[in-house]
């Protein structure tokens, strides 16, 4: 049972100190700090300096080594960038308005706030025969040992904080949180789909729209190879419209209205379904990794108790 895990605790005491090279490594780093992370920082640093007006704030940033793009949209681009970044996308405080605002002393500025990593409640479970067979040595097992008694003290926690009591309930619910994540994915993957025909439909639609006088001209013509190479872009536009109407078996076409209205209705509960759906990953990733340590375990003391009996 799961609940016999419990015990195992006061055996961390008793193994020794690990060498110095078999110690843990950290299994938690920093994230990388995004180019759009990097800027707001960097933004926050010069309006603390209060320039006099936004030209010499966008001065402050070319010091910075920032390649500025004046225009209707404000956008720059690091030393190592490979595309510009408009400030109306960083997020709150950071567009153009936003920023004269503060210059202006009508409002004021909130630094961007970096999130702080976080920390997975468990790690998996060293394979300790695995490592073994590979050729590492006793001061690696008796370290292994250890975390794994430790991540695995975790692990009974996680579980208990779940009201998880079984194998078999772990593996159920592993299996029932997969099911939800690719549910949900496989219901974005499909509006994303959506949405990508929707695109292109309306792009065939306009384009048949604007041909269709010049299609009907060169039937008119007796399609004339004079008239073809001379509103070749037009014909070609008409006759991808027409094919791909006639794959989608469309009878009638949709008003433009209408799929722009489709499509932001889509494009909205698609943006919306993205938390749960990160919450969905998460929780089924804990799952998993909770039961392959159920199972890396006992799988490891099975032979250990084996051995004690045979004495």
Same mark, same amino acid.
Request: a positive charge; one cysteine or more.
């Given at each position: 049972?799961?609940?016999?895990? =419990?015990c195992?605790?006061h055996?961390l005491? #008793?193994i020794e100190?690990?060498?110095y090279?078999?110690?843990q490594?950290?299994v938690?780093y920093p994230?990388?700090?995004?180019?759009?992370?990097?800027?707001?920082g960097i933004i926050?640093t010069i309006?603390?300096?209060?320039p006099e007006?936004?030209e010499?704030?966008?001065q402050k940033?070319?010091?910075? $080594?920032?390649?500025?793009?004046?225009g209707?949209y404000?956008?720059v681009?690091g030393?190592?960038?490979?595309?510009f =970044?408009r400030?109306?996308?960083?997020?709150?405080?950071y567009?153009?308005?936003e =920023?004269?605002?503060?210059l202006e002393?009508k409002?004021k500025?909130q630094?961007y706030q970096?999130?702080?990593?976080k920390?997975?409640?468990f790690?998996l479970?060293?394979?300790?025969q695995?490592?073994m067979?590979?050729g590492k040595? #006793? $001061?690696?097992k008796?370290w292994a040992?250890k975390?794994?008694?430790k991540?695995m003290s975790?692990t009974?926690?996680?579980?208990?904080?779940?009201?998880i009591?079984s194998?078999?309930e772990?593996?159920?619910?592993?299996?029932?949180?997969?099911?939800?994540?690719?549910?949900?994915g496989?219901?974005i993957?499909?509006?994303e789909?959506?949405?990508?025909?929707i695109?292109v439909?309306?792009t065939? =639609?306009?384009n048949?729209a604007?041909?269709?006088? #010049?299609?009907?001209a060169?039937r008119?013509a007796?399609?004339?190879?004079?008239?073809l190479e001379a509103?070749?872009?037009?014909i070609?536009?008409?006759?991808?419209?027409?094919?791909?109407?006639?794959?989608?078996?469309?009878?009638?076409l949709?008003?433009?209205k209408?799929l722009?209205?489709?499509?932001?209705?889509?494009?909205t509960?698609?943006k919306?379904?993205?938390?749960?759906?990160?919450?969905?990953?998460n929780?089924m990733?804990?799952l998993v990794?909770?039961?392959?340590n159920v199972e890396?375990?006992f799988?490891?003391?099975k032979?250990?108790?084996?051995?004690e009996?045979a004495?």
């Amino acid at each position: 049972r799961l609940s016999d895990l =419990i015990c195992l605790e006061h055996q961390l005491s #008793v193994i020794e100190k690990k060498p110095y090279r078999e110690r843990q490594k950290r299994v938690l780093y920093p994230p990388k700090e995004s180019n759009r992370a990097r800027l707001c920082g960097i933004i926050d640093t010069i309006l603390a300096e209060k320039p006099e007006d936004y030209e010499a704030f966008l001065q402050k940033l070319e010091q910075q $080594g920032y390649e500025v793009k004046r225009g209707k949209y404000t956008s720059v681009k690091g030393a190592r960038q490979k595309r510009f =970044i408009r400030f109306r996308t960083l997020g709150t405080g950071y567009s153009e308005e936003e =920023i004269k605002a503060v210059l202006e002393g009508k409002a004021k500025h909130q630094p961007y706030q970096k999130q702080p990593p976080k920390e997975q409640p468990f790690q998996l479970l060293v394979d300790i025969q695995g490592k073994m067979a590979q050729g590492k040595s #006793v $001061g690696y097992k008796k370290w292994a040992t250890k975390f794994n008694l430790k991540e695995m003290s975790k692990t009974l926690l996680f579980l208990q904080e779940q009201k998880i009591g079984s194998a078999e309930e772990l593996r159920e619910s592993a299996a029932a949180a997969t099911e939800r994540y690719h549910a949900m994915g496989d219901s974005i993957k499909a509006a994303e789909a959506r949405l990508t025909e929707i695109a292109v439909l309306k792009t065939h =639609i306009i384009n048949y729209a604007k041909t269709r006088e #010049v299609y009907a001209a060169y039937r008119k013509a007796g399609y004339s190879k004079a008239f073809l190479e001379a509103h070749r872009e037009e014909i070609t536009l008409h006759k991808a419209a027409k094919a791909a109407f006639d794959e989608a078996g469309l009878q009638k076409l949709p008003k433009v209205k209408a799929l722009d209205a489709e499509f932001t209705e889509l494009l909205t509960k698609k943006k919306a379904a993205y938390p749960d759906y990160r919450k969905a990953r998460n929780e089924m990733q804990e799952l998993v990794r909770a039961q392959k340590n159920v199972e890396r375990f006992f799988a490891e003391e099975k032979p250990a108790q084996e051995n004690e009996q045979a004495r």
